[in-house]
């Protein structure tokens, strides 16, 4: 593997998850990410040259027409943390 | 000698020897006796069972036609959505979420006229291989109660075993004899490895056969939902009706849907190749290596069926290949989970940022904080081609040399697992312990390929599973030779 | 250093709302605008709920996207297009990742401005950061996202490029009424040799022509200063017209993209493109062109005609009945400027063609002045004609008739009777004086002098 992975690494990664682990935690998904990546860096004899697969099915053009369906909104809107009015309430950000 | 008990049942209840109600109460009766120590179900819906069964019974009194699944007791894993019915993932971020709609599958089960009797426990949003992860309680594996009768007399047993996982309550409801059937899905092994731990018969489909639409996801480019049963028959049964192209998940576009089991199922009419690959048994446990090699010489025997030795050197970039693409997959279905929209909710009121990274950190259990960390590592700018790209091509890589071993021989046979079901709190420790044991599953969903576990053997109490894998879409024949072994085994 | 050695480079991405009736991924109506509530037009999938996935693509959609790609003048369309995750975490995204795809096409070009590519994605639902409410009623409604190259030149060339393309949409009616909010730009603006800035937040034209305005005056400032302008995001604040800073971390740098597993590819095949190819209409240039030609129509006039497809089609059958360029003028003249100050497209009037048309006539045979036909006009669009035809009404209003030479001659002997300082005034050099009179002349005949005979009436008459 080419570089470690360092505890820095593993912070600034948790930040654009949206996770704050504790500084023991940190530490524990610092080694558990180096010793992973470690044994999956095996990935590196396979030659290059190989065309990655991104899809699984072969087949396109998965449409449907333009047509409108109506749901009963009470189902999803009984699910926010916070609302006001039928708005869903989200911390402000200004 | 009953060769299928789905059959029989389903031919009881169709034909009026057993009512739905009672065939529901049987069910019920064993749920209150053992599930305090099997601990399968995350919710039961005694209540809305009773119901269905009822009209159920009514329709059959009246003689009017009943669906496929008539009768029958359907446990459902608990990553598929059930209206007005809690989907927890097993996950303290969804503990008290209500789901405001049926997954395509409930859809389809109860229009068949299947009575669903509750959901079933998992490893937290399908992330494990033994049903330990569960934010709520470990799932026991009901082997380990069995007393020399064969049944569950042992409650007070000491060694519990894993049932497997993730869908490991799904697994033992089944073999406890909670349910007929079970709904669960498989994303690297998550229906085969626990249907060999305890001892039951599961399937995954060809992926894009089942409509996700109403399964949480956790990769959503390896997993099927797929039944687990007694028997192939049930699997078989189930399959038919849950298969077929739904608007709703467009990687069905081009499916077909399944068909229901013939009355020749669990015979084949050609010869058939066998593929034995070597890299299947040469890292497995070697008892379990041995009892399916005997099963598979057994059956070869009795069915006239030819077996390949074949290679396929690529298994070992399987575990790498999966997980690295799983993380990745996984790391953008848990974006949703903000604390905002549903699920657990925000202890204070704090600035935006710190209210969505405290409410993840607090609900969402390790193993899947994990994932997400690495997922999103290995999808940054300065990683992706090293890792996520990389892993691409090694899924590539592995699936060309399984097609290619598919042209030899029309199926794969080999162990389910590597080993025998550990014990509750054995492989805590080491993440990649754990994940090694998949080693044997993820290949058929890198690939897209049916597969699926019978039980084979008995090593002690402990159950052995023997897998196999299709061509893709070959999923009626796949699982007709399941049967087909199972047959041959129950008979010896 | 001054102005012109700064050269300002301006690229835009334009978010245009399809005009369709579910949005891109679900069946949920796309009319946000006129939902009954907020959180109404929402489903499990549009809403993210655990275990959903994006049904098949709305086909109308992308047909639309790829009419206007040809539209554009793309020339290069790619054979296949693939739905990306672009994950960042906001409230207004249920999912915190948006479904957008790779370029549907590439090349092509509008007022001289050249476009990078094209391609469609999922709208976010709205939400208020001063309020923290949240409203998935937009979310995946289908938006076609145009890049240009960063060759604008200005705020008034964004600006024409914008009118033009709105044309263009218009003519195709693959948008949703553009005037609507259903428009929205991010801007990407720099100075040359210096750094680059993004705006965003521009939520309609005008916010375009302030935005750009507010920060190239901005950079401008700082450059001649000698101040760096720091690469940076900012948001534009329609409230206030300017620009500001956004704190740091709200920036995402890396969204990291992965291909979205539940989105199967789209095929885009020759056949297709040459179907929507050939069914296009006659875009805004060429029929400006065929205007200028056909009607004789100025290149003012041209512009103003074809801005809108149902204006140009209406000229079109008016000029088969009534003189093209009286028609031209009037319509890009004194209908154009009402139509400006009620801020309506053409397909809004008051008035219908035949009105229109009636009117012409009218003002043709001389039945009335350009005055009265501008009154018959707005008292048209403002409702006040009811049912009755153009010359009807000036019938009833007393406002037919232009004045005859002898009514003329007379209401011009009492104006000059009743303006004797502004005779003498004329008499002794001002010219102005004369107009004063011509006004006064105006008015006593109610404006239905012929306003070039009154002028040469009077100087014929005061010169005596």
């Not at chain 3, 012109?4 to 835009?12: A, K, N």
């Not at chain 3, 093209?324 to 004194?334: D, E, N, Q, S």
């Amino acid at each position: 593997m080419e570089k470690k992975i360092t505890k820095a690494d593993i912070e600034r990664v948790a930040s654009i998850a949206r996770l704050c682990p504790s500084q023991d935690e940190l530490d524990g998904l610092t080694a558990d990410a180096n010793a992973i990546l470690e044994y999956f860096s095996l990935i590196d004899e396979i030659p290059d040259s190989v065309e990655p697969k991104t899809y699984v099915l072969s087949h396109d053009n998965a449409l449907r027409q333009d047509e409108q369906k109506k749901t009963d909104p009470k189902g999803i809107r009984r699910g926010f943390s916070r609302q006001q009015d039928n708005y869903m309430l989200a911390p402000k950000s200004f | 000698m009953e060769l299928s008990k789905t059959l029989s049942t389903t031919d009881a209840i169709k034909s009026g020897r057993l009512t739905a109600s009672a065939n529901l109460e049987n069910k019920i009766a064993r749920v209150e006796k053992y599930d305090s120590a099997v601990k399968a179900f995350i919710e039961t819906y005694f209540d809305d069972a009773r119901a269905a069964a009822k009209q159920v019974d009514a329709k059959i009194a009246a003689g009017k036609p009943v669906g496929k699944l008539a009768g029958l007791v359907v446990a459902v894993k608990n990553v598929l959505a059930v209206k007005d019915k809690k989907l927890t993932c097993a996950s303290k971020m969804l503990e008290n979420y209500v789901a405001p709609y049926d997954a395509a599958v409930v859809e389809k089960l109860r229009a068949e006229d299947a009575v669903i009797i509750g959901s079933l426990n998992c490893d937290e949003f399908a992330c494990g291989s033994d049903n330990t992860k569960s934010a709520f309680f470990p799932t026991v594996n009901p082997v380990s109660f069995l007393g020399n009768d064969g049944e569950m007399s042992n409650l007070a047993a000491s060694d519990k075993y894993v049932p497997g996982g993730s869908s490991g309550a799904s697994a033992a409801a089944v073999a406890a004899g909670f349910c007929d059937l079970a709904l669960a899905t498989d994303t690297g092994g998550s229906i085969r490895c626990p249907a060999a731990f305890c001892g039951v018969t599961g399937f995954k489909p060809t992926y894009g056969s089942v409509s996700r639409y109403g399964m949480a996801d956790m990769a959503m480019s390896f997993e099927q939902i797929g039944p687990m049963a007694p028997d192939a028959y049930g699997c078989a049964l189930m399959l038919s009706v849950i298969s077929g192209k739904d608007y709703r998940d467009s990687t069905t576009s081009k499916t077909t849907a399944i068909s229901a089991p013939a009355p020749d199922f669990g015979t084949t009419k050609n010869k058939i190749r066998i593929g034995i690959p070597k890299e299947y048994f040469e890292g497995a446990n070697p008892a379990v290596a041995k009892a399916v090699q005997d099963a598979m010489g057994r059956f070869a025997a009795k069915s006239g069926c030819e077996l390949i030795d074949i290679s396929i050197p690529a298994v070992k970039f399987g575990i790498p290949a999966y997980y690295l693409l799983v993380y990745s997959e996984f790391a953008s279905a848990m974006q949703k989970y903000d604390g905002l929209k549903y699920g657990a909710k925000p202890e204070s009121n704090d600035e935006l940022v710190p209210t969505v990274s405290k409410v993840r950190t607090a609900n969402i259990g390790k193993e899947c904080k994990r994932r997400i960390m690495l997922g999103t590592y290995i999808t940054t700018k300065e990683h992706k081609d090293a890792w996520y790209t990389k892993a691409l091509k090694a899924r590539a890589y592995v699936r060309a040399q399984f097609d290619d071993a598919l042209t030899k021989c029309e199926f794969i046979v080999g162990p389910t697992m590597p080993n025998l079901p550990w014990k509750i709190g054995e492989k805590a420790a080491d993440p990649l312990q754990s994940y090694l044991e998949d080693v044997l599953t993820v290949p058929a969903n890198l690939c897209g390929l049916p597969a699926g576990s019978v039980p084979c053997a008995r090593i002690g109490k402990l159950p052995v599973g023997l897998q196999v894998i299709g061509r893709r879409g070959a999923d009626y024949d796949t699982v007709c030779l399941m049967a087909q072994i199972e047959y041959s085994l129950s008979s010896c | 250093m001054d102005d012109s050695e700064l050269t300002v480079m301006i690229g835009l991405e334009i978010h245009v709302q399809l005009a369709t009736k579910s949005k891109l991924f679900c069946s949920c109506n796309t009319d946000y605008q006129t939902a009954a509530g907020p959180n109404e037009n929402v489903c499990p999938t549009c809403t993210a709920q655990p275990g959903t996935k994006p049904f098949d693509l709305n086909a109308y959609a992308f047909e639309q996207a790829l009419k206007i790609a040809l539209a554009l003048g793309c020339d290069k369309i790619n054979d296949s297009v693939t739905m990306q995750r672009k994950h960042y975490f906001y409230p207004d995204s249920p999912s915190n990742y948006q479904r957008t795809s790779t370029p549907i096409a590439e090349g092509g070009s509008l007022a001289g401005v050249s476009i990078t590519e094209v391609h469609i994605e999922e709208d976010p639902g709205r939400y208020d950061l001063k309020t923290g409410i949240v409203d998935y009623n937009r979310a995946g409604v289908p938006l076609l996202e145009i890049v240009t190259d960063p060759v604008i030149t200005s705020p008034d060339h964004a600006r024409k490029f914008l009118e033009e393309l709105r044309a263009v949409l218009d003519y195709l009616g693959a948008a949703r009424d553009v005037e609507s909010g259903s428009m929205r730009a991010d801007a990407n603006l720099s100075i040359k040799g210096h750094n680059r800035v993004e705006v965003k937040n521009i939520n309609s034209f005008h916010g375009v022509f302030s935005a750009l305005t507010y920060e190239t005056s901005r950079q401008k400032n700082m450059v001649k200063n000698g101040l760096e302008p720091v690469r940076e995001t900012r948001h534009f604040d329609e409230d206030r017209d300017i620009t500001l800073g956004l704190r740091k971390k709200e920036s995402v740098d890396d969204y990291r993209y992965i291909p979205d597993p539940d989105v199967q590819p789209i095929a885009i095949t020759k056949e297709q493109l040459k179907r929507i190819g050939d069914s296009l209409p006659e875009l805004p240039r060429k029929k400006m062109e065929r205007f200028k030609k056909q009607y004789g129509a100025s290149d003012d006039e041209a512009f103003a005609l074809c801005m809108e497809l149902a204006m140009a089609d209406a000229f079109e059958r008016i000029a088969k009945k009534v003189d093209a360029k009286l028609a031209a003028g009037f319509m890009r003249g004194t209908l154009k400027k009402q139509l400006n100050f009620r801020s309506w497209d053409f397909a809004k009037i008051a008035p219908k063609e035949q009105f229109i048309t009636e009117l012409l006539l009218i003002l043709s045979g001389k039945k009335v002045t350009d005055k009265v036909a501008e009154k018959i006009l707005i008292d048209a669009m403002d409702n006040k004609t009811g049912a009755s035809t153009a010359e009807q009404y000036a019938q009833t209003a007393g406002l037919l008739g232009v004045q005859s030479s002898d009514e003329l001659s007379a209401i011009i002997e009492k104006a000059i009777a009743e303006n004797p300082k502004a005779v003498a005034d004329f008499a002794a050099g001002n010219e102005k004086a004369l107009q004063f009179i011509a006004g006064s002349v105006m008015k006593l005949s109610r404006g239905k002098a012929d306003p070039a005979a009154v002028q040469e009436i009077l100087k014929k008459r005061l010169s005596k």
